[in-house]
Every structure is written in C-alpha cells, then in structure tokens.
C-alpha cells in the first residue's frame, strides 16, 4: 500500500502537476498512435512541452505585474488583508500528500468517467489543465476536512477523487456549445474554473449587445486613438494608467518598496512604466504559447481520441481563447476590476466583510469571460462578462472566508467563480451527509 501511494504522489508531483511534461507526454501517445515519423513525433513533442512552457513564461511575467498591481491599489483604497490562525500553509503541510492522491486517483476516474460519457452520449472531453487539477483537489479537500475535521485519509481520497472526477468531466461539456461559438470550431473544449462567469456571459450577453454590430475586434476609433486595436500597446496604456493614478493614492513607501524588486535606484513612477511594458510583454509571449501548443496538442490528440477514447477531445486553459478577441480580454479584464473595486469599498463601508482585489483571478476569469460574453453580445457582452466575474469575486471572497475558517480561508481569495460554486454545494450537501450518518 505504501508503495502505491508514494506511486501516485510521484505521478501527481511529476506528471500531472507540471503541465508542459503532462502535454508532451500525451502529444507523444498521440502522435506515436498515428505512427508518425521518428522526426515528426519528436518535433511534434519538443513543440507542444515548449508552447506550454513559453505560455507559463509568459504568464510568469505579468503575474509579477499583477501581484505588484493588486498591492499598489490595496494601498490606495488603505486595505488591510483579513487574517486567520489556520492557514493555507498549515492545511497542505497537514492534507498535503491526501491532495496529491486525489488528483491522481481523481484523473484515473476522470478518464474511465469520459471514456463511458463517449460510449453512451458521444460526448467527451480529457481535462488538461494541471495546475488547476492540483487547486480543485485542495478546495474539494479543505470542504470535507471543514466539516468531517477528523476525515481518514481513505475516505477522503476516495470521496476527493470522485467528486473532482466529476468536475472535470462535467465541466468542459456544459459550456461546450458556447465554446463552439467563440472559436468557431469543435477541435477542443474549455477546461478552467472560470466557466460558470464564461457560462453566464455567453448567456446574458446577447441581451446587451450583438457581435455583428458590435464586435469588440472590429470597433471603429478616431484616428488618433487606432493604436487601442493593437493589444500589446493598449494593454501598456492601460495597466501603466491604472498603476500611475493607484501609485499616486498608496503609501509611498509601499510603492517604493515593489519599485526597489526591480532595481533599488529606480524611480517608481518610472517602474510603473517598466511594469506596464512587462505586462505588455508577458501578454505577447503567452499568446505565442498558445498559437505553438495549439498547433501541436490538437492533431496530435487525434491518435488518442481515435484508439483510447474514441472521439475524446481535451479541455485546455483560459488562455486558449484569449487569441479569439484579444481586445475583449482587456475589456473583461478591466470591467470586472472596476466592478470588484466599488463593491470592495461598499462591503467596507457597511461593515460587511473586508475584501482584497485578487488581480490574477480578476484577470483570467475575466478576460475568458469577456471573450465569451464577446462572441454573443460584442463589447457590451465582453463588459457584461468582466462585471459578472468581478461580482463573482467580490461576493464569493466576502462569503468563503468564513466557511473555511478552521481549514484554508485564503482559498477565498484565491478563488476562481467555480472554486465558490464547488464550496457553496459541497459544505451543506456534506453537513447533512454529516448529520444522517453522525459522522
């Protein structure tokens, strides 16, 4: 038994918890299946573990931006995190090897869970978006652990792993028919937790806007303001204007303290031109990722839908949709962050709860948001859809914090709209399990 465990441990921390291995390898089956080339096979892998790996560079850049941003403006507005005595840290130095077995047992399930949907409804997607694998097992996890406390770890791992399992397999085919609007084809799925905000916008966006008319790619600007249809340089203008005013209303010493990480003789209100550039960059260089990985990950998954799971496609991450509307990540991403902002200072103000911009989720979420909400109502629905992240963000983090109080209360604040969503039904559905079965 021992040895099995230390087995999946490694696969979960080896194979399925570092993606540009996980999608080199299964480019590798697919492309070995169709009996490719010795040249072909090899290229074909090196190409697809080098688009993921140049993706997370990329991401890597700008989330330094974006972490740098979100302290800046928690200054500005004079924000004080909450604080716990059970933290994050503490619940995986504690569970920490049980979320390893969950992921791992839970993709096991996940794969048997795809491989019957295609036999019944011929439908079917391979989830591949390992980084989140590891973050719905931790969430999944923390809310067994919230409300059995003393759980053994069969149990937990076997309950884990069937509820994830689900997750995975549910979660890219529900949203699917949206999917096929925004990239105009059937080649892959949507596999992030973001989907209910991506559902959502889709849903309610054609109520706002339309794309024929209002297609955030294809909005008419004067003259002198064309340069916001590049992305690269209108994501500059923006995040630099929004660093430059939060800059001027922070503690200074805040701001000079994330200048001196770049470079100590460094003016800050220079960094906030530097920051801005690296986003800028980071932006370009996950784009590129993605056009590399998506080049190779989908004719090569051919030969595994074709001999394993017949008619299977994968699920891959936000980012894959970012290049569909460019312009309407920005405008998601941007709408969701004033939406979060005025609903932080209203929460405040009432005394409700004290919440902190979390710029990463802020940003994903909401840029695939706004693309969907995009694909059906223009920049309106891009709008719409950033709002309904940012709303998303806002309540979900004010009523999470307390829910996983004794296990990971940070998970709030580092949630994605599906995080709330998996916590809101599983604490009740496991309280009553509780009281049935007086566990």
Same mark, same amino acid.
């Given at each position: 038994?021992?040895?099995?465990?230390?087995?999946?441990?490694?696969?979960?921390?080896?194979?399925?918890?570092?993606?540009?291995?996980? !999608?080199?390898?299964?480019?590798?089956?697919? =492309? $070995? &299946?169709?009996?490719?080339?010795? *040249?072909?096979?090899?290229? @074909?892998? /090196?190409?697809?573990?080098?688009?993921?790996?140049?993706?997370?560079?990329?991401?890597?850049?700008?989330?330094?931006?974006?972490?740098?941003?979100?302290?800046?403006?928690?200054?500005?507005?004079?924000?004080?995190?909450?604080?716990?005595?059970?933290?994050?840290?503490?619940?995986?130095?504690?569970?920490?090897?049980?979320?390893?077995?969950? !992921?791992?047992?839970?993709?096991?399930?996940? =794969? $048997? &869970?795809?491989?019957?949907?295609? *036999?019944?409804?011929?439908? @079917?997607? /391979?989830?591949?978006?390992?980084?989140?694998?590891?973050?719905?097992?931790?969430?999944?996890?923390?809310?067994?652990?919230?409300?059995?406390?003393?759980?053994?770890?069969?149990?937990?791992?076997?309950?884990?792993?069937?509820?994830?399992?689900?997750?995975?397999?549910?979660?890219?085919?529900?949203?699917?028919?949206?999917?096929?609007?925004?990239?105009?084809?059937?080649?892959?799925?949507?596999?992030?937790?973001?989907?209910?905000?991506?559902?959502?916008?889709?849903?309610?966006?054609?109520?706002?806007?339309?794309?024929?008319?209002?297609?955030?790619?294809?909005?008419?600007?004067?003259?002198?303001?064309?340069?916001?249809?590049?992305?690269?340089?209108?994501?500059?203008?923006?995040?630099?204007?929004?660093?430059?005013?939060?800059?001027?209303?922070?503690?200074?010493?805040?701001?000079?303290?994330?200048?001196?990480?770049?470079?100590?003789?460094?003016?800050?209100?220079?960094?906030?031109?530097?920051?801005?550039?690296?986003?800028?960059?980071?932006?370009?260089?996950?784009?590129?990722?993605?056009?590399?990985?998506?080049?190779?990950?989908?004719?090569?998954?051919?030969?595994?839908?074709?001999?394993?799971?017949?008619?299977?496609?994968?699920?891959?991450?936000?980012?894959?949709?970012?290049?569909?509307?460019?312009?309407?990540?920005?405008?998601?991403?941007?709408?969701?962050?004033?939406?979060?902002?005025?609903?932080?200072?209203?929460?405040?103000?009432?005394?409700?709860?004290?919440?902190v911009p979390p710029m990463i989720m802020l940003f994903f979420p909401g840029g695939g948001?706004?693309?969907f909400g995009n694909a059906f109502g223009g920049w309106r629905g891009a709008v719409l859809?950033?709002?309904?992240?940012?709303?998303?963000?806002?309540?979900?983090?004010?009523?999470?914090?307390?829910?996983?109080?004794?296990?990971?209360?940070e998970l709030a604040t580092l949630a994605d709209p599906d995080w709330f969503i998996l916590?809101?039904?599983?604490?009740?559905?496991?309280?009553?399990?509780?009281?049935?079965?007086?566990?």
């Open positions: 038994m021992d040895v099995l465990t230390q087995i999946l441990k490694f696969l979960a921390n080896n194979l399925l918890g570092q993606v540009p291995i996980l !999608i080199g390898l299964i480019v590798l089956l697919g =492309l $070995v &299946l169709q009996r490719k080339s010795f *040249r072909e096979t090899v290229e @074909g892998t /090196v190409r697809a573990a080098l688009g993921v790996q140049i993706l997370f560079i990329g991401i890597g850049v700008f989330v330094g931006g974006l972490v740098a941003f979100q302290t800046i403006v928690s200054s500005a507005f004079r924000l004080t995190p909450p604080t716990s005595t059970n933290t994050l840290a503490d619940f995986l130095t504690q569970r920490g090897s049980e979320v390893a077995l969950i !992921i791992t047992v839970g993709f096991f399930f996940h =794969l $048997v &869970l795809v491989a019957l949907l295609r *036999r019944i409804f011929q439908v @079917g997607f /391979v989830y591949l978006t390992g980084h989140l694998m590891f973050w719905i097992s931790v969430v999944v996890a923390a809310a067994f652990v919230e409300v059995f406390k003393t759980i053994d770890t069969l149990p937990l791992v076997l309950a884990g792993s069937a509820v994830v399992a689900i997750y995975w397999t549910i979660q890219p085919i529900y949203i699917h028919h949206f999917m096929k609007v925004v990239t105009g084809h059937d080649d892959f799925g949507y596999g992030h937790t973001s989907s209910s905000a991506a559902f959502l916008a889709a849903t309610f966006g054609r109520f706002v806007g339309n794309r024929e008319q209002h297609d955030s790619e294809k909005v008419k600007l004067p003259n002198n303001l064309a340069f916001f249809k590049d992305i690269n340089v209108s994501t500059f203008v923006i995040i630099t204007a929004i660093m430059l005013i939060a800059a001027i209303f922070a503690d200074q010493t805040v701001v000079s303290e994330q200048a001196a990480k770049e470079n100590a003789t460094l003016n800050p209100f220079v960094w906030t031109l530097i920051a801005g550039l690296k986003f800028a960059g980071g932006i370009a260089i996950l784009l590129f990722g993605v056009r590399m990985f998506l080049a190779e990950i989908i004719p090569a998954f051919k030969g595994i839908s074709d001999r394993i799971i017949p008619g299977a496609k994968p699920a891959l991450d936000v980012p894959m949709v970012f290049p569909y509307a460019p312009t309407a990540v920005m405008l998601g991403f941007l709408s969701g962050t004033v939406v979060f902002l005025v609903l932080m200072v209203v929460f405040g103000a009432v005394g409700w709860a004290t919440i948001a706004g693309v859809g950033g709002a309904i992240n940012g709303t998303f963000l806002a309540v979900g983090q004010a009523i999470t914090w307390g829910l996983l109080s004794t296990t990971a209360p916590i809101w039904i599983l604490l009740p559905v496991l309280t009553v399990i509780k009281l049935i079965t007086g566990g």
